[in-house]
């Protein structure tokens, strides 16, 4: 019965530490970040490590397309006689399309600026915004409404 015993006891040991395994990250967090050290700033508060501008190409709506199809099918109707007409009317109308969709994006084109903050616990989050959020790395932020913004000083 002394053995039953030790056997389940032993058991319930290795099955309890085996459901709770110890997470060690690969590579500790950072203790500084922009010649901030994180220990130093408010719990709920960040450093920002990067910021970066994008130029991105906007969404079309449909109307480059429909407008370069029309601009390319009239000037393909210009070219040619009979079958060749309506081929070079076809090839015109598509190659508009094309064409139109890819100015329309042009167009819309729009800049993104990325601000990557390095929370105190080490963790990254990137956030994104339309316009300038005036931030450098090495600036202390915190986190509203889901933009970081300027910390108060301590």
Sequence with gaps: MKSFTFIVLAGSVFAASAADPVFTPLTPPPAEVQGVKLA????????VSET???TRKGHASGLGVVGGAVVGGVL???VGGGSGKTA????????????????????????VWSTTVTQKDGS????????????????????EDGHPVLASAP
């Design 88 to 111: 070079a009317t076809v090839i015109g109308a598509v190659g508009g399309g094309v064409a139109g969709n890819a100015i329309e994006k042009n167009v819309k084109e729009t800049k």
């Design 124 to 143: 990254t989050r990137t956030y994104e915004s339309a316009t300038d959020p005036a931030l450098r790395a090495g600036d202390v932020v915190r986190i």
């Design 76 to 78: 393909g109707h210009q």
């Design 40 to 47: 130093s700033i408010c719990a709920a508060c960040g450093v």
């Design 52 to 54: 970066k501008v994008e």
